[in-house]
Nanobody, 122 residues
Framework: VQLQASGGGLVQAGGSLRLSCSCT??????????MEWHRQAPGKQREVVAS???????NYADSGKGRFAISRDNEKNTVFLEMNSLKPEDTAVYYC???????????????WGQGTQVTVSS
């Protein structure tokens, strides 16, 4: 299982970015459940930003409510994070995470992507 995140960059405060994370399944792994975005700012712990179930139910951390939108394309095993009205405090490395199980199994495991840097200038 591999997750590849992209879409980060440098943006001015008030701007927007759209992150993407594609999950590649291999071997016996074939079922993706929840997909999430987390972020980690320098000197801080990693925190969840938003999550989405396979059926599309979403949850957001208070920091992103009203500004961020998570979505997914189940056919392409891809999760997106649309970020609007960005603030300098949104500066962090953003990571995607997916909950995956083998096609013929019942135990799920989490897998992380490599992270993409988002920098918001004031």
């Amino acid at each position: 299982v591999q997750l590849q995140a992209s879409g980060g960059g440098l943006v001015q405060a008030g701007g927007s970015l759209r992150l993407s994370c594609s999950c590649t399944l291999s071997g016996s792994f074939g079922v993706i459940s929840d997909m999430e975005w987390h972020r980690q700012a320098p000197g801080k712990q990693r925190e969840v930003v938003a999550s989405i179930t396979y059926s599309g139910s979403t949850n957001y951390a208070d920091s992103g409510k009203g500004r961020f939108a998570i979505s997914r394309d189940n056919e392409k095993n891809t999760v997106f994070l649309e970020m609007n009205s960005l603030k300098p405090e949104d500066t962090a490395v953003y990571y995607c995470r997916a909950l995956v199980r083998p096609t013929d199994g019942s135990y799920y495991s989490y897998y992380w992507g490599q992270g993409t840097q988002v920098t918001v200038s004031s």
